[in-house]
């Protein structure tokens, strides 16, 4: 008789929470850029799952299966091209009537040229400021006022824990435009705070991303560092989107203007 109350306890209060979640994100649009990351399409998989509607935004074309899925629109688009960014955003408001989540997940980190500033060729000073800031730049300036429109909005921008610390490797360029995107959100937050639309951070630190390609090569290095993270672990993709989630949701309605860390304890430790 315990087990079987005990299961219908635990059927209730899954519909309870599968159908609060739904409700939060019923009828939602949302943009992600760098869609076609690990980030990216770990957002885009939650998304699906909860019904909003996705456009996915990168230069490089998801997997199959998401150009196959009628909730997800993708545009393969340069997000450092205003017109062209312009341009898609627009479609795809004009075809939805409102768009209430952007997700940021666009950078690029280049370990051999990102260097010391004393050393760095700005050529790629520069790249990296226009794909990991101004492209946040533009895509504030062409989101937010449709925002408004819906009086509605909700933003996060992945930042990194390299914005909070220095490193005798440096990576000076990324670490820089990583730590101005948390100031600008800050920014944004407070701007349009009156309008109901917030701008929060995440400062992810080791995940296995495309973008750690290197530890395939050299898998010692993921193993050292995984000992020196307290929860013994490098990050996934999920760990990242389930904090967007949180962020986004009216779980997360009064948080704004601020940065998560999700690093498994890394920067905690002395």
Same mark, same amino acid.
């Given at each position: 008789? &315990?087990?079987?109350?005990?299961?219908?306890? =635990?059927?209730?209060?899954?519909?309870?929470?599968? #159908?609060?979640?739904?409700? #939060?994100?019923?009828?939602?649009?949302?943009?992600?850029?760098?869609?076609?990351?690990?980030? +990216?399409?770990?957002?885009?998989?939650?998304?699906?799952?909860?019904?909003?509607?996705?456009?996915?935004?990168?230069?490089?074309?998801?997997?199959?299966?998401?150009?196959?899925?009628?909730?997800?629109?993708?545009?393969?688009?340069?997000?450092?091209?205003?017109?062209?960014?312009?341009?898609?955003?627009?479609? =795809?408001?004009?075809?939805?009537?409102?768009?209430?989540?952007?997700?940021?997940?666009?950078?690029?980190?280049?370990?051999?040229?990102? &260097?010391?500033?004393?050393? &760095?060729?700005?050529?790629?000073?520069?790249?990296?400021?226009?794909?990991?800031?101004?492209?946040? +730049?533009?895509?504030?300036?062409?989101?937010?006022?449709?925002? *408004?429109?819906?009086?509605?909005?909700?933003?996060?921008? &992945?930042?990194?824990?390299?914005?909070?610390?220095?490193?005798?490797?440096?990576?000076?360029?990324?670490?820089?435009?990583?730590?101005?995107?948390?100031?600008?959100?800050?920014?944004?937050?407070?701007?349009?705070?009156? $309008?109901?639309?917030?701008?929060?951070?995440?400062?992810?630190?080791?995940?296995?991303?495309?973008?750690?390609?290197?530890?395939?090569? #050299?898998?010692?290095? $993921? *193993?050292?560092?995984? $000992?020196?993270?307290?929860?013994?672990?490098?990050?996934?993709?999920?760990?990242?989107?389930?904090?967007?989630?949180?962020?986004?949701?009216?779980?997360?309605?009064?948080?704004?203007?601020?940065?998560?860390?999700?690093?498994?304890?890394?920067?905690?430790?002395?």
């Amino acid at each position: 008789y &315990i087990f079987f109350k005990s299961i219908i306890i =635990f059927n209730i209060l899954r519909y309870i929470f599968i #159908n609060h979640m739904k409700l #939060n994100f019923k009828g939602k649009t949302a943009v992600v850029t760098g869609a076609s990351g690990g980030m +990216g399409l770990a957002t885009v998989d939650k998304f699906c799952t909860l019904g909003i509607k996705v456009l996915m935004i990168d230069i490089k074309e998801p997997p199959k299966k998401y150009l196959k899925n009628k909730k997800i629109s993708f545009a393969n688009v340069n997000v450092t091209n205003f017109n062209s960014l312009k341009k898609t955003l627009d479609d =795809f408001y004009k075809k939805n009537h409102s768009i209430d989540y952007l997700v940021n997940t666009t950078g690029v980190l280049w370990f051999d040229e990102d &260097i010391s500033v004393t050393n &760095i060729n700005f050529e790629v000073w520069e790249k990296v400021f226009q794909i990991n800031l101004k492209s946040m +730049g533009y895509l504030a300036k062409l989101i937010i006022p449709k925002m *408004k429109k819906n009086k509605f909005g909700s933003m996060v921008h &992945i930042s990194s824990v390299d914005a909070l610390a220095g490193d005798d490797k440096p990576q000076d360029a990324y670490g820089a435009s990583k730590a101005a995107m948390i100031r600008l959100s800050k920014s944004l937050a407070i701007q349009f705070a009156s $309008k109901n639309i917030r701008s929060n951070c995440i400062l992810p630190g080791a995940v296995e991303t495309p973008m750690q390609n290197r530890w395939k090569k #050299n898998p010692s290095i $993921k *193993k050292q560092l995984s $000992k020196n993270i307290p929860l013994q672990r490098i990050g996934s993709p999920k760990d990242i989107a389930n904090t967007i989630l949180f962020l986004l949701s009216d779980e997360g309605g009064y948080i704004t203007g601020t940065e998560i860390i999700v690093d498994g304890g890394i920067i905690a430790k002395p």
